[in-house]
């Protein structure tokens, strides 16, 4: 059930003693941080799998089936948990419970060896190994409402419009100033250009600035 790469395929068999569907740790999940407690992650097993299903009323509806007919894709292993025969590859997918949803998805997304997949990747997780109907409903639901990868996901960019100035109603009712310079320096000792816009009328008058303090641009506006 790991997800780390093998440098080769293992052809030994996994012991009976090792009765375990999904779990919460890895080899390697001592030395990375922890997201949850790992002592509230209960695993899945065998046991755990095999009283729910009995439970669940979904599960047995394939049973009967199974057993009226030769040619269901539902089939039971030794131990009685029930499963799905894939028709394209035969892989063997177990039929998760509704009381188990919740337990698997935790297992598949919030433990350190999950690691917060997003929709996709924790969709191919799951399927790999797992079937239940609307499953991918509930992959994608159970990522939309994680807290931690709402906080690392890239906010989209706010739409914004275009800055709209105040109209112009009246001639000289509203202005627009403007300085330019310096500029080389005219025989009298001006070095600064004034510019002045009605946004009514679109005139425009100019005038030449020996400085731009408040006193010279307010004096110059007034005498022009």
Known sequence: MSRVPTLAPDPSVMPE????????D??????????????????????????????DQRCQDPRDKMNQSADSRFS????????????????????????????????????????????????AA???HYYREAMAADVYDWVASCASC???RITP?????MVKLFPATDPFASLSVDLLGPLTETKTGNVFLRIIVDRFS???????LAGITETDVSSAFCRD
């Open 76 to 123: 039971g292993t030794k131990e009685g948990i029930l499963v799905l025969v894939v028709p394209l590859d035969g892989a063997v997918q177990v039929y998760f419970p509704f009381i188990l949803r919740q337990d698997l998805l935790r297992l598949q997304h919030d433990v350190v060896r999950a690691g917060h997949p997003g929709v996709n990747r924790m969709y």
């Open 202 to 208: 679109m005139l425009v008058r100019s005038a030449l």
């Open 157 to 161: 960019r706010r739409r914004t419009a």
């Open 150 to 152: 709402a906080s690392s």
């Open 26 to 55: 890895s080899s390697r999940g001592w030395v990375a941080p922890s997201y949850e407690e790992p002592y509230k992650e209960q695993p899945v097993t065998f046991a755990r799998m095999l009283a729910a299903q009995k439970e």
């Open 126 to 128: 799951i399927r790999r």
């Open 17 to 24: 003693e090792i009765s375990c569907l999904a779990s919460a």
